[in-house]
């Protein structure tokens, strides 16, 4: 069901946007094309090479928001490095297009400056993630703990939509 939720900190006032699912796909411009994964976007992927699920989440050290590509789908004429290795790139140079995503998100939600790139065909591993900027280990999920990401002081939901409804 995609939604967008919103928490708030109630020992530090830290807010957290949390939105999803969240998917992307390599679109027919050479452009990562993020989505979320509405009625209208079913199959948006089909026919893409590389696609797969990004998870947003958060660094305390360095205090930056972190996005997770997962690949989940390689086609050819790319293999798996080839496919990291492509999105690591688009990412770093910023090609990506959000057009699918600003229906529901607001402008200033779509920045992002720290993206990692990973292969992941189970979505639920453990694996351990380090932040791209000073490498500290960072969550895979930000509300997992349901503990501020700052401050590991209590969170609540202060606002969110179900977007399957509208």
Known sequence: MASIDYFECEDCGFRWKDQGPLMFCLNDDG?????????EAYDL????QIS????????????KKIK??????????????GA?????????????????LKPF??????????????????????KKYHCPSCSGEIPKYILSNNSCPKCEGTIKVVDGICLDKL
């Open 45 to 48: 992927d089909k026919d893409s």
């Open 68 to 81: 997770l590509y997962l690949i989940s789908i390689v086609k050819k004429p790319f293999d798996e490095s």
């Open 105 to 126: 998100i607001k402008s200033s939600d779509l920045k992002d400056d720290s993206y990692i790139v990973d292969l992941s065909r189970n979505f639920h591993s453990s």
């Open 52 to 63: 797969g699920d990004i998870v947003e989440t958060y660094c305390s050290c360095c205090e």
């Open 31 to 39: 452009e990562i094309e993020e989505y979320i994964l509405v009625q």
């Open 84 to 100: 990291i290795s492509l999105i690591e790139k688009l990412a770093s140079e910023k090609k990506i297009s959000n057009r699918m």
